[in-house]
Nanobody, 120 residues
Framework: QVQLVESGGGLVQPGGSLRLSCAVS????????MGWYRQAPGKQRELVAR??????????NYADSVKGRFTISRDNAKNTVYLQMNSLKPEDTAVYYC???????????WGQGTQVTVSS
């Protein structure tokens, strides 16, 4: 059973930065494309950043709303995926989750997420 543990969220002023981490238990982490998702109050969960497995080049994709501000990365030795968030805006306020982000659409059970609040 894979477990996902997100951390690094908090309260930050507009224009600030945060770095989120997601530790993934279990083996074979490196073979999966991974993503960061977020869910704002009253909205559906959305995929905001994706990184392919290293054997597919570790390429990244971003939602238009975060492109140029967020950077996803992974450390396969640590079974961890990161999300560096810069130039944060109030509309980035949400609970952030990590999970698989492969073409099949299969997901692991969701972790608890980490709250990000952007407010002055």
């Amino acid at each position: 059973q894979v477990q996902l543990v997100e951390s690094g969220g908090g309260l930050v002023q507009p224009g600030g930065s945060l770095r989120l981490s997601c530790a993934v238990s279990g083996s074979f982490f490196s073979i999966y494309a991974m993503g960061w998702y977020r869910q704002a109050p009253g909205k559906q969960r959305e995929l905001v950043a994706r990184i392919t497995r290293i054997t597919k080049g570790g390429s990244t994709n971003y939602a238009d709303s975060v492109k140029g501000r967020f950077t996803i990365s992974r450390d396969n030795a640590k079974n961890t995926v990161y999300l560096q968030m810069n130039s944060l805006k109030p509309e980035d306020t949400a609970v952030y989750y990590c999970n698989r982000a492969g073409e099949s659409g299969s997901l692991w059970s969701w972790g608890q997420g980490t709250q990000v609040t952007v407010s002055s």
